[in-house]
């Protein structure tokens, strides 16, 4: 298997915080792409994608309704995209993706985050070399043969298939395919995968670390302190780092 799978592999181990702050991620989404393409699925390709990633996480429709049209409202502000990086202690790269109404707000929390916990925000570029930027996707595994597919799906961008088995604490979840490419290749994927009438479960961007390095138990909790204090952080989107993580 290859790099995304093992990576996949240990970012399942971390379920969301909580589910109301899956939520709060969907809803800043929602507003994103409704700013940007309108607040028809089926016209805005971004927000088809967006309600996609809602049914998985079990989030009610009436919630993403409410979002989409509060979202329509001229008077909502936009979100801004806003990528940190920096070092945790023990030479760990850090990179923070987050979401904001507020720049000024989230530079100052992230990097009194930093300070506290004596890690260093960097400058732009300083860490986002050490990893790659893929887009996702994942649909049903029933009936599907990943080698097959593999084939169909290589002229739209597909760089490593697996299988990633079903959530046994869901009800809901069932056995899927995570297909991985590079994350420019995002619309292109998601055209070829509604072209072949295959289901889209859910879809993203992840940042997947091109080198890792090893921690002792000590030095992962010098760690985990600063890791968890952005995660708690409502402008934080997701946390990417250098660890390597247990087999």
């Known amino acids: 298997m290859g790099r995304a799978f093992e990576f996949r592999k240990a970012r399942k181990m971390k379920r969301w915080s909580a589910m109301s702050k899956a939520f709060t991620r969907i809803g800043k989404d929602i507003v994103i792409a409704v700013k940007e393409g309108g607040p028809d699925p089926d016209s805005n390709a ?3 994608a967006v309600i996609q990633n809602a049914k998985s996480v079990n989030m009610p429709k009436a919630n993403v309704e409410r ?8 008077d909502t502000k936009n979100y801004e995209t806003v990528l940190f990086e920096g ?6 790269a850090v990179l923070v993706e987050t979401s904001t109404d507020n720049n000024n707000r989230t530079v100052a929390n992230v990097r009194s985050y930093f300070t506290k916990y004596d890690g260093s925000l960097g400058t732009s570029g300083s860490v986002e070399f050490m990893f790659e930027h893929k887009c996702h996707f994942r649909i049903p595994a029933e009936g599907k043969d ?13 760089e490593e298939l697996f299988l990633d088995e079903k959530d046994e604490d869901d009800d809901n979840s069932v056995d899927g395919i995570m297909i991985y490419a590079d994350f420019q290749n995002y619309g292109a994927m998601q055209s070829g995968l509604e072209e072949m009438g295959l289901e889209i479960l859910s879809s ?3 940042y997947i670390p091109t080198v890792q390095k090893e921690l002792t138990d000590e030095q992962r909790e010098d760690v985990d302190k600063l890791l968890e204090k952005l995660e ?4 934080v989107n997701n946390v990417y780092t250098t660890i390597k993580e247990d087999e």
């Open 46 to 48: 971004k927000l088809r």
């Open 67 to 74: 979002a989409i049209k509060k979202a329509s409202d001229k």
């Open 87 to 92: 070092y945790a202690p023990h030479g760990i």
């Open 146 to 158: 990943l080698e097959e597919l593999e084939l169909e799906l290589i002229d739209y961008g597909a």
């Open 204 to 206: 993203g961007f992840e």
């Open 232 to 235: 708690e952080d409502d402008d």
